[in-house]
């Protein structure tokens, strides 16, 4: 009796452990999603394309009017007080406020919204915009300068002439200007074109003023243009061509960062899959363990097995525990990296949502780049190797600017201006006797004396009409030149120039030799990962075989329960190995697009470098 109670014990037990082998076998259960809530519509496959490229206009959100802020410019530099960002008043409320729910998305879709929610990518997306600024702040040396200056001013000096003034120990002289400017630099010659007109109205008690109070307009149109250094055809905007070149390479580098944020992403993505994929991996075994401790106690105690099946069991357990341990703390690593990332934060919590993968591996995705193909693409459509072409480009045009350098300052200068006169004129007798001719009368000490008057009575008005005329008026040319005997700071300034474009073609090639050697390792690892895939799905299949048969064999007594476990583990491993292909298949992948450049084509991301040209009205001549 004691025999068959053994047997029908142990036949129990062996049939239970049995079915939570094949149980553990044939399916692998799914993590706890309790938390887990349907996408929402923000976060379903209908979020559109995030805009990437960088526009001027994008800019004018951080400029001002140049006339109606002035008002609200002067009131905030003369508040007082201290002004604090947002980001430095943070409550401990907030610190702790986090969303505990998880959402599942896809990796297009968490691609997206880090492109639109990461700040680092934000803080590059800055540098475009600045550089934009760099290049209206360049064409500003074209912009027309406008000056004006109103004075007035009272002289009272004692008179040092009896002839000074008459009946007066004071002579005194009152000035009023107004004077108008504008000169602008021009955009096709770099000459320095300038039109002044200033007026001045006199008055004063001097005897022998004739015209007083009198207008004195002037307007006077200058050149000043270099010839040699300084001068070419459009030799003025180089400045605005260099700025157009950073602001491109600007955009070069945030198109690098994107195509690495969107590497990023998805090798966190990728990470979050095979951790809970591993997880299960160990739950799974943790299970088996658990289950084999259960029916080796119960043997044990009906006599059918030794200690030693039960302590071997139970530091199996005990190592599968750990497994389990390990692996959810990299999954809680894994998931904090890419919420962080992705910044999935629709509620405004200090903590993002967490964010649970929609997508799983595709080993069975076929890629057809070979070497020709993968370097062509990586030519045309690398953001990082378009920055280094940039770089060359701005290389050149700093170097044409120093060799113009080079050559002597030779500046011919040019002036014409026109001016006249205009006031209340006075009738004088120079001669302080009676005159034989004269055009107007003078009484002096009852008598009547022919006198002379100037021709330029009349108010302002006249003024400027004889100044129209061009009667009178002055000019002047100058020509002169400068450059140091042995031209020191030039000559080392342009070899300075060309060690830079050295530097930048040599630094391209080294690049250009360093992605080839990325880019064909890259396809070998997408080649070896592939059949590497499909090995460890047959490793995994063959493993489950061989643990079932040595079910089996454990069964009718001919396997032990080290062998058991040894196939289990092997089965363990097998799983293992296969989520790991799985999972670097898929970073091999997205490695080689991130090599090609294609990565953002890849998720219809449509990356451009735009045309940075600004031409206001005053840079086109």
């Excluded at 001027?56 to 009017?65: H, I, L, M, P, V």
């Excluded at 990518?121 to 500003?140: G, H, R």
């Excluded at 009484?443 to 330029?456: E, H």
Aim: proline share 5%.
């Amino acid at each position: 009796m004691r025999q068959k109670c053994a047997v029908i014990t142990w036949v129990i037990g062996w049939s239970a452990l049995a079915l939570a082998i094949s149980a553990a076998a044939q399916s692998i259960p799914q993590a706890n999603n309790s938390n887990l809530q349907p996408p929402s519509p923000s976060q379903s496959g209908a979020i559109p394309v995030p805009k990437v490229n960088v526009h001027g206009a994008d800019a004018d959100q951080f400029e001002t009017n140049p006339i109606l802020s002035l008002p609200e410019v002067f009131v905030h530099q003369n508040t007082p007080g201290t002004e604090y960002p947002p980001e430095s008043l943070i409550e401990e409320d907030y610190v702790g406020q986090r969303n505990n729910v998880a959402r599942e998305i896809t990796l297009k879709q968490a691609i997206y919204i880090a492109v639109r929610n990461n700040p680092g990518l934000a803080v590059i997306q800055l540098d475009p915009l600045a550089s934009f600024e760099s290049v209206k702040q360049a064409n500003a040396a074209f912009d027309p300068d406008l000056t004006s200056q109103l004075d007035t001013g009272k002289q009272v000096s004692p008179v040092t002439s009896v002839f000074e003034v008459r009946n007066s120990d004071a002579f005194t002289q009152r000035f009023y200007d107004w004077n108008f400017g504008v000169d602008k630099v021009l955009a096709t010659t770099n000459g320095t074109l300038a039109l002044t007109f200033d007026n001045n109205r006199t008055l004063t008690n001097s005897t022998f003023a004739s015209v007083d109070p009198s207008y004195t307009p002037l307007m006077q149109l200058s050149l000043d243009q270099p010839l040699l250094r300084n001068f070419g055809w459009d030799f003025a905007r180089l400045n605005v061509h260099l700025a157009e070149s950073a602001q491109r390479s600007a955009q070069w580098n945030y198109g690098s960062s994107l195509n690495d944020l969107v590497q990023r992403i998805a090798n966190d993505y990728w990470a979050v899959v095979g951790a809970v994929e591993n997880l299960e991996v160990a739950q799974s075994a943790l299970r088996f363990n658990n289950d084999l401790v259960r029916v080796n106690r119960i043997s044990y105690q009906v006599g059918t097995l030794a200690p030693i099946d039960v302590q071997e069991a139970e530091s199996a357990a005990a190592t599968a525990a750990a497994n389990v341990y390990a692996a959810e703390a990299a999954l809680k690593g894994a998931r904090a990296q890419l919420r962080q990332d992705v910044m999935l934060n629709p509620s405004g919590a200090f903590i993002p949502d967490e964010i649970d993968p929609a997508d799983r591996p595709n080993p069975n995705e076929l890629v057809h780049d070979d070497i020709e193909s993968a370097l062509e693409k990586m030519v045309e459509y690398s953001p990082a190797l378009g920055g280094l072409r940039e770089a060359i480009r701005t290389s050149l045009l700093q170097l044409k600017f120093n060799e113009n350098q080079l050559l002597p300052q030779v500046n011919f200068g040019f002036q014409f201006g026109t001016t006249a006169t205009a006031g209340h004129t006075n009738c004088t007798n120079l001669q302080g006797a009676a005159q034989t001719t004269g055009n107007c009368t003078v009484t002096a000490g009852g008598t009547t004396l022919l006198g002379n008057k100037l021709p330029f009575g009349g108010i302002y008005g006249d003024a400027l009409n004889r100044m129209l005329d061009a009667r009178f008026y002055n000019y002047a040319t100058v020509l002169s030149m400068e450059m140091p005997l042995d031209n020191a700071a030039a000559k080392a300034a342009l070899a300075q120039a060309r060690i830079s474009y050295e530097q930048a073609r040599l630094q391209y090639r080294a690049a250009l030799a360093q992605d080839v050697a990325v880019i064909e390792s890259a396809l070998a690892n997408v080649r070896a990962d592939i059949a590497r895939a499909q090995a460890t799905r047959q490793a995994e299949y063959y493993a489950e075989q061989s643990l079932h048969d040595e079910q089996v064999r454990f069964k009718v007594g001919m396997a032990t329960t080290h062998d058991l476990l040894q196939y289990q583990s092997e089965l363990v491993t097998a799983q293992g190995n296969q989520v790991s292909a799985d999972i670097d298949l898929e970073n091999a992948k997205i490695a080689l697009w991130h090599a090609e450049g294609t990565l953002l084509n890849i998720f219809n991301i449509d990356f451009e470098v735009q045309d940075p040209k600004d031409r206001p009205w005053y840079s086109l001549f």
